[in-house]
Structures are given as structure tokens and as C-alpha cells.
């Protein structure tokens, strides 16, 4: 089980700038997992600590607010340190991907026939947005924080993140059987929120990438229409009802962007105030440079980070 390979990991002692950080990298969350199912944990170590780790098959339990991020968030962690003097740990969930033609780790068949495809490149809906609730279920019943956490994604990460949100009988039977607690907040960065918009009316500054988000559409949700609706955030009407414990929303989107139209961020938000969501606090935060550059260089979602942090603190 899933649940064993927790102590064949081990805590990791990383100094980033003045402060102590035990680590566990690449732990599985679901039986027979394959190179992307797994999750990594960043834990602030507790004032005037001895530099070594705790005991493989511990987990050291701090009071405050979680950052989840889906799928990669090493950046964040490693080179903006002030981020752990305000919350009580960082995860990132990694998920199985779907094929792309264009991706360097492509499963089309390969020239030798005996070398299998990779499976964690092999994923189609709703195999995804499972394999992020397996890892929040798995994360949950180790750092038992409940709700107390933000869950942040960027692109289809942010897709995902709201799929959380939304109600889990919409992914299928094995996605309800999961226990996770939705989290408080929800950061959405550089997102993509509506599928069948972005394929049929892109708008005339990404018209050019029109082809790109079909097949990149196709290949992660079928052929299906009402799929591509279904699994889009924006197709919800009465939020609260979907995600009860939902305090603040937060949408990043740079206006330089050349793979996701601003126009994404203002329908969400105009669905979200249309939708009722009286208790919910929809901010929308500034963000520049391209798609990627959020992440890559990472100063600008940590100082993101911190101010939603501090909010829900």
C-alpha cells in the first residue's frame, strides 16, 4: 500500500538562507504508482533544531497553513525562504500527464518496439484530477490540517486546483470514495478555466495557437464536447453549494501571456460574482511576463504566497 512506502523516504536536511527545512522527496501516494505520482514535502524545522532529520517514518506536525501546489514548486521552495516563516508547510503534488506530440518525454511508440510507453504519460480524464485527490487524501491523513491550506496551480494546474473545489461525483465513483477536505483558498495562476471557449473563440492575439489547445484538449478529455464543459470551472453555477468551506479566491494573470488569453481570468471571475458566492472574496493580484516565468523565477508568487497566507492566518 501507499501508506508503507512512507518510511522507505526519508527527511533530508536543507538550510535555505537562515532557515532549517526537512524535506521528503518523490513519495508515492497510491499503490503501483508510476514516475509522476508522488508528492514532495517541504516542513520548516522548529527554532534552535540539531541539524539532522526526524525519523523516516515521522512527521513532524506544525500548527499554521498549508501550501499545496500542483505539480512542481521546487523554485518557491528552495530560493525564497521567507516563505516558511508564515506557514506550516509546502507540498507539491505531482499527477500523471497525458501525451502530447510535442512534449520530449512522448509516448508515442518508440522506434524500438520492446521499450514500453511510460505510463505517467499516458494519463486521460478523469485520471488527472484522481491523481490529485489521491495525493491530497494521502498528504491529509499524514499532516492532518484538514482544510487549513491554500492550494495553488498554475495553467492546468489551476484547472485542477478549482476541480478540487468542485464536486468529486463529477470525477466518478473512485474520485467520491477519496476523503480530502477542500481547502480555504484557492490561487490561480495563469489558468485555463474554459475549455470550449479558448478552443472555438481564442481571441485574435492567440487565434495562431487554436490547433494547439484542440489537440492538447483531445488528448487529455476525449472528443466529447460536453466533457470539455463539464471539467471546466466556469461551467459552475452555484459555487458554495460545490465548495462550502471556500473563503477567498485569488487569479494571477499576466497580461503578456502568449499561451493563455487574459480573457480566461475576467470571464472566471464575472462567472464567480454572477454565481452568488456571497463569502467568497475574489481578488485578482498582478503578475508580468510570459506563461512560465511565475515559476521559473519564482520572487513574485512568493511574495502571492505570502500575502494569501497572511490573510487566512
Not at 4 to 30: I, Q
Not at 111 to 120: G, R
Not at 135 to 154: D, E, I, M, P
Not at 273 to 279: H, R, W
Request: net charge negative; glycine share 6%; hydrophobic share 40%.
Amino acid at each position: 500500500m501507499a501508506s508503507d512506502t512512507w518510511s522507505t523516504v526519508a527527511w533530508e536536511v536543507e538550510n535555505e538562507g537562515a532557515v532549517t527545512v526537512w524535506h521528503k522527496r518523490g513519495v508515492p501516494y497510491t499503490p503501483n504508482a508510476n514516475r509522476l505520482q508522488n508528492i514532495e514535502i517541504w516542513i520548516p524545522a522548529p527554532k534552535d533544531t540539531p541539524q539532522e532529520a526526524p525519523e523516516s517514518s515521522s512527521f513532524p506536525i506544525s500548527k499554521g497553513v498549508w501550501v499545496i501546489y500542483i505539480h512542481g514548486v521546487k523554485e518557491l521552495a528552495a530560493q525564497h525562504s521567507s516563505i516558511f516563516s508564515a506557514v506550516a508547510g509546502i507540498a507539491s503534488i505531482n499527477y500523471s500527464l497525458s501525451p502530447h506530440p510535442q512534449h520530449p518525454t512522448d509516448p508515442a511508440p518508440p522506434k524500438d518496439a520492446s521499450k514500453p510507453l511510460d505510463p505517467s504519460r499516458q494519463a486521460k480524464h478523469p485520471d488527472h484530477i484522481i491523481d490529485v485527490l489521491s495525493g491530497l487524501s494521502y498528504l491529509q491523513s499524514k499532516a492532518r490540517f484538514g482544510n487549513n491550506y491554500v492550494l495553488l496551480g498554475h495553467s492546468c494546474g489551476a484547472t485542477l486546483a478549482f476541480q478540487v473545489a468542485m464536486s468529486h461525483a463529477k470525477w466518478g465513483p473512485e474520485a467520491s470514495s477519496l476523503r480530502v477536505a477542500k481547502p480555504k483558498a484557492i490561487v490561480g495562476l495563469n489558468g485555463l478555466y474554459d475549455m470550449p471557449t479558448l478552443i472555438h473563440e481564442p481571441g485574435d492575439k492567440h487565434a495562431g495557437l487554436k490547433a494547439v489547445y484542440e489537440a492538447f484538449t483531445r488528448l487529455a478529455f476525449g472528443d466529447d464536447e460536453e466533457v470539455w464543459n463539464k471539467i471546466s470551472p466556469i461551467s459552475v453555477n452555484r459555487w458554495k453549494e460545490e465548495w462550502e468551506e471556500a473563503i477567498r479566491i485569488v487569479f494571477v494573470q499576466s497580461h503578456e501571456d502568449n499561451l493563455v488569453p487574459y480573457w480566461q481570468l475576467v470571464d472566471m471571475r464575472k462567472k464567480l460574482m454572477a454565481s452568488k458566492a456571497d463569502a467568497v472574496e475574489v481578488k485578482e493580484l498582478e503578475a508580468s511576463g510570459d506563461h512560465n516565468e511565475l515559476w521559473q523565477k519564482g520572487s513574485r508568487l512568493a511574495e502571492i504566497v505570502l500575502e494569501v497566507v497572511r490573510s487566512l492566518s
